[in-house]
């Protein structure tokens, strides 16, 4: 099976862009953005969740056999999954596998990913998440890469895993052990029927999270967030990270935010930026957007006002409000 990995640099905020490239990801198009097909979620009940904070140092697994936490909304089956994820350690590679047991089950996942003011801005169906035959180190799996950037003045993200009453209706159908032992080692693949996986509502998740991705999609409002007070997320885990006191910028924000925080501009030279520099970055800048590669253009105003830019910000802004 043919796996594109590369997801496009994508603004979430509510229509600034509207004309947006399709992701494949295990021969799946589709555009992550759109979450009109997952599950609707009243906030009340995604506050009452407990979300595991993750560390990037380590691999964050999950047993769903011991019941669980539980959604009771329409298109949701069964044990969820809920993590708090920083939002300020730069882009996310984040990697979710969901383990296929002895038993030949497997625990469909799909992922609806949540910027810090709980909206969601992500949405990943269970096809998605690709059969990966077992190797010396790994079981029969079912996985999917995220690649996330996290809106500047985010302290974190939420990813909820779920499964789905479609998704029980349907399996997944593996390899034989017997013909990948002799794929791996060049004889030839036996004439055997493969073993299906039947989909359930417990398993096995892992969620490890890395922050050396390149292209990835933006998650949370673009320009930060300045007007709604903060809302607790009830029985949360996760510990407090503290931010740096910044000055809001325009902000489109939605909803109420979990940690106060507002994106600030990085604090500009004290001798103006040469003309040429200045033209040289608002036009990359320009052309970053126009090619929908937001993340490159973020990196690019960041150095601008870096060296002294005193244009690049209001160059950004009105490149995306012209995308919407």
Same mark, same amino acid.
């Given at each position: ?228 007070? *903060? $809302? ?5 885990? %996760? =510990? /407090?990270?503290?931010?740096? &006191? #910044? !000055? *809001? $910028? ?5 909803? %109420? =935010? /979990?940690?106060?925080?507002? &994106? #600030? !501009? *990085? ?58």
């Amino acid at each position: 099976m043919k796996m594109n990995k590369s997801l496009i640099a994508l603004c979430l905020s509510a229509g600034l862009l509207t004309s947006v490239p399709a992701v494949s990801f295990a021969e799946v198009n589709f555009v992550p953005q759109n979450t009109s097909a997952a599950p609707a979620i009243p906030a009340s009940a995604l506050q009452q969740l407990v979300w595991t904070p993750v560390d990037q140092s380590k691999t964050q697994n999950t047993d769903l056999s011991g019941g669980g936490q539980q959604l009771n909304v329409a298109g949701i089956s069964g044990p969820v999954a809920a993590y708090s994820v920083p939002a300020n350690i730069g882009e996310l590679n984040i990697t979710l596998t969901s383990e296929v047991n002895k038993d030949a089950r497997v625990y469909a996942p799909n992922v609806l990913i949540l910027d810090q003011n709980m909206t969601p801005s992500a949405y990943f169906p269970s096809s998605y998440f690709a059969y990966q035959e077992p190797g010396v180190m790994s079981a029969n799996r079912l996985e999917g890469v995220m690649r996330l950037t996290p809106a500047l003045g985010q302290q974190k993200i939420y990813v909820l895993v779920f499964t789905t009453p479609k998704d029980l209706q349907q399996t997944t159908q593996m390899v034989d052990p017997a013909k990948a032992y002799a794929k791996g080692n060049g004889n030839a693949v036996p004439d055997i029927p493969d073993p299906i996986a039947r989909h359930v509502t417990d398993g096995t998740l892992k969620l490890k999270v890395k922050t050396n991705s390149s292209s990835s999609i933006l998650v949370g409002p673009l320009f930060g967030s300045s007007s709604p007070s *903060p $809302v607790m997320v009830g029985n949360t885990t %996760a =510990p /407090v990270y503290s931010a740096p &006191a #910044a !000055a *809001p $910028v325009a902000a489109t924000a939605v909803a %109420a =935010p /979990v940690a106060a925080s507002a &994106a #600030a !501009a *990085p604090a500009a030279k004290s001798e103006p930026v040469l003309n040429d520099t200045e033209s040289y970055f608002n036009n990359a800048i320009k052309q970053a957007v126009n090619e929908g590669n937001i993340d490159k253009a973020l990196k690019l105003l960041n150095e601008a006002e870096r060296l002294g830019s005193t244009s690049a910000r209001s160059t950004f802004i009105s490149s995306v409000k012209g995308k919407g």
